[in-house]
Nanobody, 120 residues
Framework: QVQLVESGGGLVQAGGSLRLSCVVSGRIFSINAMGWYRQAPGKQRELVATISSRGSTTYANSVKGRFTISRDNAKNTVYLQMNNLKPEDTTVYYC??????????????WGQGTQVTVSS
């Protein structure tokens, strides 16, 4: 069993900042790519940012220059620093991790989501 627990969401005014965290725990042998996605009601889940095990990052065009993804491998944690937030960033954010478990299989795991609300 592997669990992903997100924290750091909340309500912020436009132009403000939030930092999301996601801790991965359980029967972990290694964590490969990690990322953040978001999904608005009635829409498909979309990629926000990803980070490889070596630290290579990718970002959605809509968040480039405003969001920064990072990870602490010693803590099995991935972060998303969100600056200059806009009302259109309002939605639920999900953490994702590709984990190789102690029994040798790799799976795609998801957190339960954390709400981010940006007021105008």
């Amino acid at each position: 069993q592997v669990q992903l627990v997100e924290s750091g969401g909340g309500l912020v005014q436009a132009g403000g900042s939030l930092r999301l965290s996601c801790v991965v725990s359980g029967r972990i042998f290694s964590i490969n790519a990690m990322g953040w996605y978001r999904q608005a009601p009635g829409k498909q889940r979309e990629l926000v940012a990803t980070i490889s095990s070596r630290g290579s990052t990718t970002y959605a065009n809509s968040v480039k220059g405003r969001f920064t993804i990072s990870r602490d491998n010693a803590k099995n944690t991935v972060y998303l620093q969100m600056n200059n937030l806009k009302p259109e960033d309002t939605t639920v954010y999900y953490c994702n991790a590709v984990v190789t478990t102690t029994v040798g299989f790799s799976y795609d795991y998801w957190g339960q989501g954390t709400q981010v609300t940006v007021s105008s």
